[in-house]
């Protein structure tokens, strides 16, 4: 059954992480962390396992609509230019697109090479908007005014415990951004 042209987009984030060591902070007690096997800001075993998990639940969900083998025509995928991400997108799409056929290169080994796109990120504004000039106006704009500042006013509590216990003042949502991916990678690598 052809159902014509039709479009599905899927986006995700990347999997679990080792922490960023250019993000930590200097009050941070794992900042020298090599994150070993990993490396800083690298997906763990976990977050490969999710990733790949979330290509499989996305086969589930799209196999009539994908077909049984993969064409270079029925898709185009993008990652951002960080590492991770493309190792995010290579575990989607090897659950997404096992060989199957003809298409099986070598036996025993159910996983088949599929190009993407990646810009670097001074040009990447799909993915990397948060380094770009109007993003930036945009976002103080949002932060220093009307719910922006309402919302900042009411995490005042958080705020303050973090600053208490990281001896650091938090001027903007983004900087407790960072600090929470910070500690969600040392939490899913196991530190306390």
């Known amino acids: 059954m052809n159902l014509g042209p039709s479009l599905v987009l899927s986006i995700f984030r990347h999997g679990e992480k080792t922490p960023d060591n250019f993000l930590m902070l200097s ?8 994150f070993h096997p990993y ?3 690298a997906l763990t075993n976990e977050g490969k396992r999710t990733m790949y ?34 190792t995010s997108l290579q575990l989607v799409l090897a659950a997404l697109f096992p060989p199957k056929g ?6 025993g080994f159910n996983w088949q090479p599929i190009s993407y796109n990646s810009l670097p990120k001074n040009l990447d504004d799909m ?3 948060i380094l770009f000039e ?7 704009e949002y932060c220093f005014t009307g719910n922006g500042k309402v919302t900042y ?6 705020l303050a415990y973090a600053e208490k216990h990281t001896n650091t003042t938090f001027k903007t949502f983004l900087q407790m951004f960072f600090l929470q991916t910070v500690l969600s990678g040392e939490e899913v690598y196991g530190l306390e």
Do not use: M
């Open 27 to 34: 009050t941070d007690p794992y900042k020298n962390q090599t």
């Open 39 to 41: 490396g800083p800001s």
């Open 53 to 86: 998990t979330l290509g499989r639940s996305i086969r589930k969900t799209y196999n009539a609509f994908l077909g049984d083998i993969y064409t270079p025509d029925i898709l185009t995928a993008w990652a951002s230019s960080i590492e991770r991400c493309h």
């Open 102 to 107: 003809v298409l099986i290169w070598e036996k």
């Open 127 to 129: 993915f990397s908007g």
């Open 134 to 140: 109007d993003y930036k106006k945009l976002y103080n």
């Open 153 to 158: 006013k009411e995490a005042q509590p958080v």
